[in-house]
Structure formats: C-alpha cells, structure tokens
C-alpha cells in the first residue's frame, strides 16, 4: 500500500501531520495564534523536524524572549532543510537575539546566498555589522537592500511593509544618508575652495533634498524627475534653437552625419533596443511594448558616459559633430548619444527624465509625416536638419504614425541656467555618489 495512504478508517502518521499542518496554518493566517502554537506542538509529537511548525515555534520563543529555545529550533528546521532562505534568516535573528553575533552573520549570508533579493535578510545583515562597528560592511548591505527593493518593487508600497521591515528600512535609509552626505562634502570642497561656499547654495538645496535632510523641491506637476530635483531654475519644457550659439554648427553638419546614418542603416549592424529592461522590474510592464524591441532601436555612440567605440569609428563626422557641443559629461552617467530609430507605427509612452539639470537635443534626420512628440502640455514635429531642445525631466512621449522608419540624433547638453560653479558642482557630486554606490552595491546610479 502507498505512503500516506488509510486503510480501516485510520489514518497515516503522514496524512495526520498534512493535516494537523493546514489547521495550524489557517489558524496563523486568521490570528489565532494561541491555537496554531498549540497544534505545531502537537505536530512536533508525531514529526520532529517538520520545518514549518518549528519555525512557528522558534518565533513564538522568540518573541516571548527564550531566545535559547528559538535557536534550538531553528537550528533543527535549517538542518532538515537547509536551502530554506527564511529559515536562515530567522535562524540569524535567533542567534542576534541570543547574543552570537557571528553565527548571525553566517546565517543572514546564507540566506543571501540562497536569494540574493533578499531584503529582509540583507538589511537584518547590515544593521548587525552596524552595532558591530563594521560601518563598511554595512552600508554594503544596506545598498545591496534598496536595490533589491527596487527591483523587487518593495518600496512601491510602504504603507504594507510589516512594520519591523520598516523599522529596518529606517535605520539602513539613516545610515546611506550619512555617509552619502560626508561624500557629498568631500567631493563638494575642492569646488567651494574654487568659487566659494555660496556659489554652491542651489547645489547643496539639490543634494540635501535628495538626501531627505530638506523638504522635497517643488516643481511643475508634469516635471517630474525620477532621480535628483534642482532647485530654482525656469519652468521651461521646451527651449528655442536660436538660445544655442552651438545649434548651427550642429545643424549644417546635417548631411554628413545623414550620410553616415544612412551607410550604418543598410549594414544594420550596431544597433539595440533602447529600452532593455529585466522583465522582473516593476516597470517592465509599463514598457513591455518596446522592451527589447527593435521597434525603438538605438545606435550609441555614448550610453551613461561610456563611449561605444567600434560605432563612433563608423561615424567620425557625427562624432567630431557631437564633441563639439557641450554635453553633459558626468562620468558613468553621460552623455548619452545616438542615433535613435523609431519604426513605424512605434509609440514612445509618457515618461520623464532623472535630472533637470540638463538637456535633452534632436537633430532631425530622417522624418516622414505623422510623426511628433509631445513634451509637458506642448506638442511639436520634427523638421529635417532643425534642432528640437527640451527638459526631458517634463513628460514627454513620441510616436511614429507613418509606414516609413524616423530617425533623430540624441545627445544632451547641460541646462544654461547652471553657473559654471553649479556644473563642477553638480558634476563631482554625481561622479562621486556613482562611485560610491559601486563601491558598496556595485550598482550604478539611474541615467535615464
């Protein structure tokens, strides 16, 4: 006869434990928590090492301060199944509370190890290191934690995190901010040392608010920048060609950058989809009709400051044409340029940039009729060889209605109304939050 099986109305060791299991468990759900104890006691009777009920248990010894017992138990549920993420991870709290701190920390890696998304485990891992007085390390946790966060769309809902999640959150958010505003400092001096604190002012109100140390800066409701907000400057979405000295001597290279548009266009070689997003993200969804489509390809010759060199060989005169405008260089983070090629009957959706304090610039290469793009409240077109100039950090979208490919050349430039003491600012403080954020996470900071 099969395990698990009856056989005279009896009912096997195994059945019993299912069931005594799903009891307990839908009396946890429901907040009986006295009756779940009492079964996952009686579970322990017949299955010593069933993992979930001692797992119950250790929690409940736990909070009742046994935290001997808690260990104990939990230490029997890892070795029954020892690829259980959460098991580890309570096992580290257990031996935190039982005063065994280096136990913890393996416990809490090994949770890690197991999920490496793990943001409870991660932040539980950098407040010990924090009480330890290991501030390197714990910083690197508490990074690794918001951009599994993020990527998990943890914070995307605050007011559901279990509230000792958020006391977590707020300890790791505390310490990122000090140490990101001695970064600030640091990178800041050499610049003030050059053109003096005060000319420094609307640079500080940006990195202060950034930090949470200020209010937020306010801003129109349809500029909306997703990384870093600077304060004081116009409200302008769109900007006049004739404001740039440098447009035409972008505009009459027209037709030698068309030209060697056109010669990459029939190798079509160098090309990628702009939006290459992993489909776990949370916004993937919202760009789930262009995400690694070709139906918004681009050909970079800068991305987030990095240059793509095979494709600047390939097109030296649009290149010595870029060079000579003055983009906005923030190492790991830009430029961004490229030919951008939108297909027919593609559509770019609302979406905003991370930082106004640069701008974005078209030069038109290619466009057939019914295309446009929209930027805050204003729609325009493109014309052949005449730079568009706007703030991407308003929403903004394009669409191609034609049945014949759209192609402009991308790049941004800083925003005029920045003092030369507000772009080295603005600049040392990015390149050193960038660096920063590597060298604890080894992730890089949002570009666009």
Same mark, same amino acid.
Not at 226 to 250: I, N, Q, S, Y
Not at 261 to 285: C, I, S, Y
Not at 369 to 381: H, Y
């Given at each position: 006869m099969a395990t698990g099986s009856t056989h005279a109305g009896h009912t096997s060791p195994e059945e019993r434990v299912r069931l005594m299991a799903e009891r307990a468990g839908a009396h946890a759900q429901r907040g009986e928590l006295a009756a779940a104890l009492r079964l996952y006691e009686q579970l322990l009777g017949i299955d010593p090492v069933h993992p979930e009920a001692l797992n119950f248990i250790a929690i409940a010894a736990l909070q009742s301060g046994d935290a001997r017992r808690g260990m104990e138990l939990l230490e029997r549920a890892v070795a029954a199944r020892p690829s259980d993420a959460n098991l580890l991870k309570n096992l580290g709290l257990a031996c935190r509370a039982g005063g065994r701190p280096q136990e913890a920390l393996k416990a809490f890696a090994s949770a890690i190890v197991l999920k490496p998304d793990y943001t409870v485990a991660l932040f539980n891992e950098g407040a010990l290191l924090e009480e330890l007085g290991r501030r390197e390390e714990a910083l690197g946790s508490y990074l690794r934690a918001f951009h599994a966060a993020e990527r998990t769309g943890l914070f995307l809902n605050l007011p559901a995190m279990p509230p000792g999640v958020r006391v977590l959150a707020d300890k790791a958010v505390a310490a990122?901010?000090?140490?990101?505003?001695?970064?600030?400092?640091?990178?800041?001096?050499?610049?003030?040392?050059?053109?003096? &604190? *005060?000319?420094?002012?609307?640079?500080?109100?940006?990195? /202060?608010?950034?930090?949470?140390? &200020?209010?937020?800066?306010?801003?129109?409701?349809?500029?909306?920048?997703?990384?870093?907000?600077?304060?004081?400057?116009?409200?302008?979405?769109?900007?006049?060609?004739? *404001?740039?000295?440098?447009? #035409? !001597?972008?505009?009459?290279?027209?037709? #030698?950058? &068309?030209?060697?548009?056109?010669?990459?266009?029939?190798?079509?070689?160098?090309?990628?989809?702009?939006?290459?997003?992993?489909? *776990?993200?949370?916004?993937?969804?919202?760009?789930q009709a262009l995400n690694h489509s070709p139906s918004w390809n681009a050909f970079f010759f800068y991305r987030d400051g990095r240059p793509f060199a095979e494709n600047q060989a390939r097109c030296p005169r649009t290149l010595a044409a870029l060079d000579a405008a003055p983009l906005n260089r923030v190492a790991d983070h830009s430029p961004e340029s490229l030919y951008s090629v939108l297909k027919p009957g593609a559509h770019i959706p609302p979406h905003t940039g991370v930082i106004n304090v640069r701008l974005v610039v078209h030069l038109p +290469? $290619?466009?057939?009729? !019914?295309?446009? $793009?929209?930027?805050?409240?204003?729609?325009?077109?493109?014309?052949?060889?005449?730079?568009?100039?706007? !703030?991407?950090?308003?929403?903004? /979208?394009?669409?191609?209605?034609?049945?014949?490919?759209?192609?402009? +050349? $991308?790049? !941004?430039?800083?925003?005029?109304?920045?003092?030369?003491?507000?772009?080295?600012?603005?600049?040392?403080? $990015?390149?050193?939050?960038?660096h920063f954020n590597r060298r604890y996470s080894g992730e890089p900071l949002p570009t666009h």
């Open positions: 990122v901010r000090q140490a990101r505003h001695e970064v600030f400092q640091a990178a800041l001096a050499p610049v003030e040392r050059q053109y003096g &604190r *005060e000319a420094l002012g609307r640079v500080w109100h940006c990195l /202060e608010s950034y930090l949470g140390l &200020r209010p937020p800066i306010e801003l129109p409701s349809l500029q909306q920048p997703t990384f870093m907000r600077f304060p004081g400057l116009p409200a302008r979405a769109w900007f006049e060609r004739e *404001e740039f000295p440098w447009v #035409a !001597d972008m505009e009459r290279a027209t037709d #030698a950058i &068309r030209e060697e548009l056109l010669a990459v266009l029939a190798g079509d070689a160098g090309f990628r989809p702009f939006v290459e997003m992993p489909k *776990e993200h949370p916004g993937a969804a919202y760009w +290469l $290619i466009v057939p009729p !019914d295309c446009g $793009i929209r930027v805050g409240s204003e729609t325009r077109g493109w014309q052949e060889g005449q730079c568009i100039v706007f !703030d991407d950090t308003y929403e903004h /979208e394009a669409w191609n209605k034609s049945d014949r490919t759209r192609v402009v +050349l $991308i790049f !941004d430039v800083w925003n005029p109304y920045l003092s030369a003491a507000e772009r080295d600012g603005m600049q040392a403080a $990015i390149e050193a939050l960038g």
